[in-house]
């Protein structure tokens, strides 16, 4: 199969006039190379060919080559125009159904990634906001068992130093500040424990030495304080865990009573 030959001539002139070589050769071809209206008639047509632009094959080649000088009418110049305008109106048509048939696309393209974008967005909002809630209630736990810790060691503590167990009621907010006042001048300790801190600060005035931790009853009296003793007994320390204000308040008090009272522990034996 080989391209058919045409009338040259006539291929150049419909050539000038806008055809492309395909249609051209097409048209001469099938019209039989006769002249150049035929071959535009022949186009005029068969516009509407879906193979109008596919170059023609042929089994046997045909030469003819005409000896004679086609004139090109005005009216070949009309149709040919004609069919020009005709096939741009046409590109034209279905360049603006390809366009908006993108802008469609794009416009969907567009819609789906702002679906995903708000997807992608809600479920990080989720995870953030499931984030918070975990490490909200990872923090309560903390605390609630730091609060128990330090229920905890407060109990021993007490257990240690004899005094009573504290009364798990909760106390009314009206008295809060009663009970403060009243520890500060007064603090309300079992007796046991205040006849301990007074029996040692006893010992202390009798003996009339200078550091507390060498006389009988010093270490004792800071003990029951709530000071402890470092390895090898050189040191005394109070942990900042172990600070019991109502403790310390007791001790005070006692202190207070011994450096001021000139009859402290005269009458004891």
Request: with cysteine; glycine share 4%; proline share 4%.
């Amino acid at each position: 199969m080989a391209v058919p030959q045409v009338n040259k001539k006539l291929l150049d002139e419909l050539e000038a006039m806008g055809f492309p070589r395909p249609r051209a050769t097409r048209a001469l071809h099938f019209s039989g190379n006769s002249s150049l209206e035929a071959a535009i008639e022949w186009v005029i047509d068969h516009e509407n060919d879906s193979d109008i632009d596919q170059m023609p094959l042929v089994a046997v080649d045909i030469n003819l080559d005409s000896p004679q000088t086609f004139h090109i009418t005005e009216q070949m110049k009309i149709k040919a125009q004609e069919l020009r305008t005709k096939e741009h109106k046409k590109k034209e048509v279905e360049e603006k159904k390809l366009e908006r048939q993108r802008e469609k696309e794009r416009i969907r393209a567009s819609k789906d990634l702002t679906e995903a974008k708000q997807i992608l967005e809600s479920n990080e909002k989720q995870r953030y906001l499931a984030l918070k809630k975990k490490e909200k209630e990872e923090e309560k736990r903390a605390r609630e068992k730091i609060l128990k810790k330090l229920e905890h060691d407060k109990v021993e503590r007490r257990s240690r130093l004899g005094l009573p167990p504290e009364s798990p009621s909760v106390k009314p907010a009206t008295h809060l500040l009663q009970e403060k006042t009243l520890q500060t001048s007064l603090p309300l300790k079992s007796v046991t424990n205040a006849e301990q801190m007074r029996e040692c600060l006893r010992s202390l005035k009798r003996n009339h030495q200078d550091r507390v931790g060498n006389l009988r009853g010093g270490m004792e009296f800071l003990e029951l304080c709530g000071f402890e003793r470092t390895e090898g007994d050189e040191f005394l320390y109070l942990p900042d865990d172990k600070v019991d204000m109502e403790i310390l308040n007791t001790a005070g008090s006692e202190l207070k009573s011994a450096m001021t009272n000139p009859f402290f522990g005269l009458l004891s034996v």
